[in-house]
């Protein structure tokens, strides 16, 4: 039978997102769920070293974070505009897609000025052109190096935080909202089961014997676009960029051939391997865009074993786990966790299932 979108709902209260992370990256909460026979565990996140051993491989996102919420001030009437990067279309005239608010006030030819907290202008952009009623590709104006436009943004963006998160980014963002492994610049969220990760918890299970790969994909505000069709065969997904190397495609091959587990770190992990499969059911090295969409039935070629966060109703992430852990089983592991007291979202507690 085919899922509904409607079946994903459930009473979210507020004060149940998360809206700072723990002091501890490694203190959050986890939730084990057993697929096989239903068992759910409450653990704190360190003890996920007790559920893997020597050969087992997780799969890391890599991408990292960068600070994509920009504010110009439009010439003549200065107005404030908030410019939020999603991607980089041409590098040598840097040209942008960007999302603006207020949309109504920018149109094609207009010129945006980006201030530093002195008052200097830093940057200038045109818009080039409109891509949706709040999309519009901007050419940024600056003639340095690569590597001092990517300082001037990091020195004038903002951390992306979700909508969710209902405050201004502030000091601690920068840090906690990128995963301690994060390499591949490109992200506008992050991959947010990563975040639990610390690096004593990385330390032992490398001693324990377990095995990392690494797969890029730069996630994009798409993923967490609403849906509003109740028949999810007819929702797209946005593009988003992604990478699989050859050597770590070996690693995964190396273990799933050697009967080990492989655990997929978040969704967008997940999304990576189930884009890159073989025709013989192995992970093969691939380079391009994906627009995957995993809802029920599917059937999952790479990982046997996935880590997440608690995501909220009705998105494509909730839906994503319940096609991998079944509808039934995760729908009460979410009552469960209701219950018990866990935290949702970005900031919030981990989930396990195996």
């Avoid at 010439?75 to 960007?98: C, G, H, P, Q, S």
């Avoid at 818009?127 to 943004?153: K, P």
């Amino acid at each position: 039978m085919k899922a509904k979108l409607s079946q994903f709902n459930f009473d979210l209260p507020e004060d149940r997102i998360a809206q700072y992370p723990l002091d501890q990256r490694d203190e959050s909460r986890l939730m084990v769920v057993h697929r096989d026979s239903g068992k759910i565990e409450h653990k704190t996140f360190k003890d996920v070293i007790d559920y893997f051993d020597d050969g087992d491989v997780f799969i890391f996102n890599n991408t990292a974070v960068f600070p994509a919420r920009m504010f110009g001030i439009k010439e003549k009437t200065e107005a404030k505009i908030e410019v939020f990067l999603l991607r980089e279309l041409n590098k040598e005239n840097r040209l942008w897609d960007v999302l603006v608010d207020p949309a109504r006030k920018i149109r094609v030819g207009n010129k945006l000025y980006f201030k530093d907290k002195h008052g200097e202008d830093r940057l200038v952009a045109e818009v080039v052109d409109n891509t949706t009623s709040r999309g519009r590709t901007i050419r940024f104006y600056f003639e340095g190096t690569d590597a001092e436009f990517s300082g001037i943004l990091e020195e004038l963006g903002q951390t992306p935080l979700p909508k969710y998160i209902n405050r201004e980014p502030e000091a601690i963002d920068k840090e906690r909202y990128q995963t301690i492994y994060a390499k591949q610049a490109g992200a506008v969220a992050a991959p947010t089961a990563g975040l639990h990760f610390s690096k004593e918890v990385m330390k032992r299970l490398e001693i324990k014997g377990v095995d990392f790969a690494d797969v890029t994909l730069h996630v994009g505000l798409g993923t967490f676009r609403s849906i509003d069709v109740e028949d999810l065969s007819k929702h797209k997904m946005d593009a988003e960029y992604f990478q699989v190397t050859a050597d770590n495609a070996s690693i995964v091959n190396n273990a799933k051939t050697s009967g080990k587990r492989v655990c997929a770190v978040g969704t967008t992990s997940m999304r990576s391997i189930e884009s890159a499969v073989s025709a013989t059911g192995l992970l093969k090295p691939v380079e391009g865009w994906t627009n995957l969409f995993l809802y029920p039935p599917h059937e999952f070629q790479i990982a046997d074993a996935m880590l997440t966060n608690f995501h909220v109703p009705k998105s494509s992430l909730l839906i994503m786990i319940a096609a991998y852990g079944g509808i039934e089983l995760v729908m009460d592991a979410y009552s469960e966790a209701l219950k018990e007291g866990y935290r949702f979202y970005s900031y919030g507690d981990a989930m396990l299932l195996i």
